[in-house]
């Protein structure tokens, strides 16, 4: 795979429906597996920089636990009050076993 893209786990180490929390470049990000699908976005609820890592998976949606806002995976945007700002989301691809994030700049946000 190459740049800017950057392995950051291995396929194996994500069960469906969960998520892991790594860091590149002293930035925090998640990464989210969905069935086969694998999504990442910023480690960091819009609302007051809160690590949405505290929270949970509901389908397509991560929700942050300190005030439940649900977040799409799949563009960023808040689904619940109180945020109403997006997250930002970034490009994951899979090859020879790897999850690979792009960080070098955000999907959506
Ligand atoms: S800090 Fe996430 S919803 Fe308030």
């Not at 990442?40 to 819009?46: G, R, T």
């Not at 949606?61 to 997006?86: M, W, Y």
């Not at 930002?88 to 020879?96: L, P």
Request: aromatic share 10%.
């Amino acid at each position: 795979m190459d740049k800017p893209f950057v392995a950051v786990a291995t396929v194996d180490e994500i069960a469906t429906g969960k998520f892991v929390k790594v860091e590149v470049d002293r930035r925090d990000f998640i990464i989210a597996r969905v069935d086969d699908n694998y999504y990442a976005v910023e480690d960091n609820c819009s609302h007051e920089d809160y690590p949405l890592s505290y929270g949970c998976l509901d389908g397509k949606r991560i929700k942050c636990s300190l005030h439940g806002s649900r977040f799409s995976l799949e563009t960023g945007i808040p689904e619940d009050e109180p945020a109403d700002q997006p997250i930002a989301t970034y490009r994951v691809q899979v090859a020879d076993g790897k999850i690979w994030l792009d960080p070098s700049r955000p999907l959506t946000s």
